[in-house]
T-cell receptor, first 113, second 115 residues
Framework: KNQVEQSPQSLIILEGKNCTLQ??????????LRWYKQDTGRGPVSLTI?????NTKSNGRYTATLDADTKQSSLHITASQLSDSASYIC????????????FGSGTRLSIRP | EAGVAQSPRYKIIEKRQSVAFWCNPI?????LYWYQQILGQGPKLLIQ????????DSQLPKDRFSAERLKGVDSTLKIQPAKLEDSAVYLC?????????????FGPGTRLTVT
Protein backbone atom coordinates (compact mmCIF):
# COMPACT_ATOMS: atom_id res chain seq x y z
CA LYS A 1 0.00 0.00 0.00
CA ASN A 2 1.32 3.43 -0.93
CA GLN A 3 1.77 5.47 2.23
CA VAL A 4 3.55 8.52 3.58
CA GLU A 5 4.31 8.62 7.30
CA GLN A 6 5.58 11.72 9.07
CA SER A 7 7.14 12.14 12.48
CA PRO A 8 6.88 13.61 14.96
CA GLN A 9 3.19 14.45 14.87
CA SER A 10 3.91 17.69 16.69
CA LEU A 11 6.99 19.49 17.92
CA ILE A 12 7.66 22.51 20.14
CA ILE A 13 11.05 24.23 20.10
CA LEU A 14 12.48 27.52 21.25
CA GLU A 15 13.11 30.33 18.81
CA GLY A 16 16.60 30.15 17.35
CA LYS A 17 16.92 26.39 17.72
CA ASN A 18 17.22 23.90 14.87
CA CYS A 19 14.90 20.99 14.23
CA THR A 20 14.47 18.07 11.85
CA LEU A 21 11.22 16.60 10.60
CA GLN A 22 11.01 13.10 9.17
CA UNK A 23 9.09 11.55 6.29
CA UNK A 24 9.07 7.84 5.40
CA UNK A 25 7.24 6.59 2.35
CA UNK A 26 6.38 3.38 0.59
CA UNK A 27 5.22 4.94 -2.68
CA UNK A 28 6.49 2.99 -5.67
CA UNK A 29 7.46 3.64 -8.38
CA UNK A 30 8.72 6.95 -7.00
CA UNK A 31 8.68 10.16 -8.99
CA UNK A 32 9.31 13.07 -6.63
CA LEU A 33 8.94 14.28 -3.07
CA ARG A 34 7.83 17.71 -1.97
CA TRP A 35 7.76 19.49 1.36
CA TYR A 36 4.98 22.00 1.92
CA LYS A 37 4.48 24.58 4.67
CA GLN A 38 0.90 25.22 5.72
CA ASP A 39 0.19 28.20 7.94
CA THR A 40 -3.00 28.08 10.01
CA GLY A 41 -5.98 28.99 7.88
CA ARG A 42 -4.04 28.96 4.63
CA GLY A 43 -3.32 26.57 1.82
CA PRO A 44 0.00 24.69 1.63
CA VAL A 45 2.96 26.43 0.00
CA SER A 46 5.76 24.46 -1.64
CA LEU A 47 9.19 24.61 0.00
CA THR A 48 11.23 22.07 -1.97
CA ILE A 49 10.84 19.37 -4.59
CA UNK A 50 13.30 16.52 -5.09
CA UNK A 51 13.49 13.80 -7.69
CA UNK A 52 15.08 10.37 -7.43
CA UNK A 53 18.59 11.57 -8.23
CA UNK A 54 18.68 14.47 -5.78
CA ASN A 55 20.01 14.00 -2.24
CA THR A 56 19.61 17.47 -0.84
CA LYS A 57 17.95 20.76 -1.66
CA SER A 58 17.89 24.02 0.23
CA ASN A 59 15.48 26.94 0.35
CA GLY A 60 16.83 29.56 2.71
CA ARG A 61 16.84 28.12 6.23
CA TYR A 62 15.06 24.98 5.02
CA THR A 63 17.13 22.01 3.84
CA ALA A 64 15.50 18.83 2.60
CA THR A 65 17.30 15.53 2.18
CA LEU A 66 16.23 12.42 0.32
CA ASP A 67 17.47 8.83 0.55
CA ALA A 68 15.64 7.01 -2.23
CA ASP A 69 17.15 3.69 -1.20
CA THR A 70 15.68 3.75 2.30
CA LYS A 71 12.69 5.83 1.17
CA GLN A 72 13.26 8.48 3.78
CA SER A 73 13.32 12.25 3.67
CA SER A 74 13.97 14.90 6.24
CA LEU A 75 13.37 18.63 6.46
CA HIS A 76 15.88 20.53 8.57
CA ILE A 77 15.05 24.02 9.78
CA THR A 78 17.96 26.15 10.91
CA ALA A 79 17.77 29.02 13.39
CA SER A 80 14.01 28.78 13.75
CA GLN A 81 11.85 31.89 13.77
CA LEU A 82 8.38 32.48 15.17
CA SER A 83 7.06 32.58 11.61
CA ASP A 84 8.15 28.97 11.14
CA SER A 85 5.21 27.91 13.31
CA ALA A 86 3.08 25.90 10.88
CA SER A 87 2.30 22.40 9.68
CA TYR A 88 4.87 20.80 7.40
CA ILE A 89 3.50 18.28 4.94
CA CYS A 90 5.47 15.71 2.99
CA UNK A 91 3.97 14.80 -0.39
CA UNK A 92 5.18 11.92 -2.53
CA UNK A 93 4.27 11.40 -6.16
CA UNK A 94 4.51 8.11 -7.99
CA UNK A 95 4.15 7.06 -11.59
CA UNK A 96 1.29 4.63 -11.21
CA UNK A 97 -2.36 5.64 -11.05
CA UNK A 98 -2.57 4.27 -7.52
CA UNK A 99 0.29 6.42 -6.28
CA UNK A 100 -0.10 9.70 -8.09
CA UNK A 101 0.00 12.11 -5.18
CA UNK A 102 0.10 10.90 -1.57
CA PHE A 103 0.03 13.43 1.26
CA GLY A 104 1.42 12.79 4.73
CA SER A 105 -0.55 13.91 7.78
CA GLY A 106 1.98 16.63 8.55
CA THR A 107 4.08 17.70 11.52
CA ARG A 108 2.70 20.55 13.58
CA LEU A 109 5.67 22.77 14.55
CA SER A 110 5.36 25.44 17.22
CA ILE A 111 8.15 27.93 17.87
CA ARG A 112 8.18 29.48 21.33
CA PRO A 113 9.89 32.83 22.05
CA GLU B 1 0.51 36.64 -10.69
CA ALA B 2 -2.75 36.40 -8.77
CA GLY B 3 -3.14 33.27 -6.68
CA VAL B 4 -5.89 30.69 -6.51
CA ALA B 5 -9.11 32.27 -5.27
CA GLN B 6 -11.76 30.43 -3.27
CA SER B 7 -15.07 31.44 -1.81
CA PRO B 8 -16.60 31.44 0.64
CA ARG B 9 -13.83 31.25 3.23
CA TYR B 10 -16.16 29.86 5.90
CA LYS B 11 -19.50 28.11 5.80
CA ILE B 12 -21.67 26.67 8.54
CA ILE B 13 -24.64 24.49 7.58
CA GLU B 14 -26.85 21.90 9.19
CA LYS B 15 -26.64 18.26 8.20
CA ARG B 16 -28.71 17.30 5.18
CA GLN B 17 -28.39 20.81 3.75
CA SER B 18 -26.58 21.57 0.49
CA VAL B 19 -23.48 23.69 -0.01
CA ALA B 20 -21.34 24.82 -2.93
CA PHE B 21 -17.77 26.06 -3.07
CA TRP B 22 -16.19 28.07 -5.85
CA CYS B 23 -12.60 28.13 -7.09
CA ASN B 24 -10.85 30.34 -9.63
CA PRO B 25 -7.42 28.96 -10.54
CA ILE B 26 -4.33 30.86 -11.61
CA UNK B 27 -4.78 32.19 -15.12
CA UNK B 28 -3.51 29.75 -17.72
CA UNK B 29 -3.40 26.75 -15.42
CA UNK B 30 -4.96 23.79 -17.16
CA UNK B 31 -5.14 21.46 -14.16
CA LEU B 32 -7.40 22.02 -11.18
CA TYR B 33 -7.65 19.94 -8.02
CA TRP B 34 -10.12 19.77 -5.14
CA TYR B 35 -8.89 18.40 -1.82
CA GLN B 36 -10.59 17.66 1.48
CA GLN B 37 -8.48 18.29 4.58
CA ILE B 38 -9.88 17.03 7.86
CA LEU B 39 -8.42 18.65 10.97
CA GLY B 40 -5.05 17.16 11.85
CA GLN B 41 -4.69 15.29 8.57
CA GLY B 42 -3.07 15.93 5.23
CA PRO B 43 -5.21 16.87 2.21
CA LYS B 44 -7.01 14.08 0.39
CA LEU B 45 -7.56 14.44 -3.35
CA LEU B 46 -11.26 14.47 -4.27
CA ILE B 47 -11.12 15.26 -7.98
CA GLN B 48 -8.65 16.41 -10.61
CA UNK B 49 -9.59 18.25 -13.81
CA UNK B 50 -7.49 18.73 -16.92
CA UNK B 51 -9.15 21.68 -18.67
CA UNK B 52 -12.85 20.73 -18.43
CA UNK B 53 -12.34 16.97 -18.32
CA UNK B 54 -12.10 14.78 -15.23
CA UNK B 55 -8.74 13.03 -14.84
CA UNK B 56 -9.25 11.39 -11.44
CA ASP B 57 -12.34 11.27 -9.25
CA SER B 58 -11.70 7.91 -7.64
CA GLN B 59 -11.94 9.30 -4.09
CA LEU B 60 -14.96 11.52 -4.65
CA PRO B 61 -18.06 10.27 -2.74
CA LYS B 62 -20.24 10.50 -5.81
CA ASP B 63 -23.49 9.83 -3.96
CA ARG B 64 -23.27 13.27 -2.36
CA PHE B 65 -20.36 15.17 -3.91
CA SER B 66 -20.24 16.64 -7.41
CA ALA B 67 -17.86 18.98 -9.17
CA GLU B 68 -17.75 20.70 -12.50
CA ARG B 69 -15.42 22.87 -14.51
CA LEU B 70 -17.61 23.67 -17.50
CA LYS B 71 -15.44 26.17 -19.36
CA GLY B 72 -12.11 24.83 -18.22
CA VAL B 73 -11.46 27.78 -15.94
CA ASP B 74 -13.23 28.13 -12.60
CA SER B 75 -14.84 25.24 -10.81
CA THR B 76 -17.54 24.47 -8.28
CA LEU B 77 -17.71 21.66 -5.74
CA LYS B 78 -21.10 20.75 -4.32
CA ILE B 79 -22.17 18.60 -1.39
CA GLN B 80 -25.78 17.45 -1.27
CA PRO B 81 -26.82 16.44 1.34
CA ALA B 82 -24.07 17.22 3.84
CA LYS B 83 -23.13 14.91 6.70
CA LEU B 84 -21.37 15.70 9.95
CA GLU B 85 -18.20 13.95 8.72
CA ASP B 86 -17.98 16.41 5.82
CA SER B 87 -16.73 19.07 8.26
CA ALA B 88 -13.31 19.93 6.87
CA VAL B 89 -11.33 22.48 4.89
CA TYR B 90 -11.84 22.19 1.15
CA LEU B 91 -8.74 23.23 -0.75
CA CYS B 92 -8.53 24.07 -4.41
CA UNK B 93 -5.20 23.93 -6.22
CA UNK B 94 -4.06 24.51 -9.78
CA UNK B 95 -1.00 23.73 -11.86
CA UNK B 96 0.14 24.58 -15.39
CA UNK B 97 -0.73 21.11 -16.55
CA UNK B 98 -0.95 17.60 -15.23
CA UNK B 99 2.21 15.69 -14.49
CA UNK B 100 3.92 15.35 -11.16
CA UNK B 101 6.78 17.72 -11.98
CA UNK B 102 4.49 20.72 -12.12
CA UNK B 103 4.00 22.59 -8.88
CA UNK B 104 0.53 22.88 -7.42
CA UNK B 105 -0.54 26.25 -6.08
CA PHE B 106 -3.15 26.12 -3.35
CA GLY B 107 -5.94 28.52 -2.49
CA PRO B 108 -6.72 29.54 1.11
CA GLY B 109 -9.47 26.94 1.42
CA THR B 110 -13.09 26.96 2.54
CA ARG B 111 -13.70 25.82 6.10
CA LEU B 112 -16.98 23.90 6.27
CA THR B 113 -18.68 23.14 9.56
CA VAL B 114 -21.67 20.79 9.48
CA THR B 115 -23.81 20.84 12.63
Amino acid sequence: KNQVEQSPQSLIILEGKNCTLQCNYTVSPFSNLRWYKQDTGRGPVSLTIMTFSENTKSNGRYTATLDADTKQSSLHITASQLSDSASYICVVSGYSSASKIIFGSGTRLSIRP
Amino acid sequence: EAGVAQSPRYKIIEKRQSVAFWCNPISGHATLYWYQQILGQGPKLLIQFQNNGVVDDSQLPKDRFSAERLKGVDSTLKIQPAKLEDSAVYLCASSRTSGDSYEQYFGPGTRLTVT
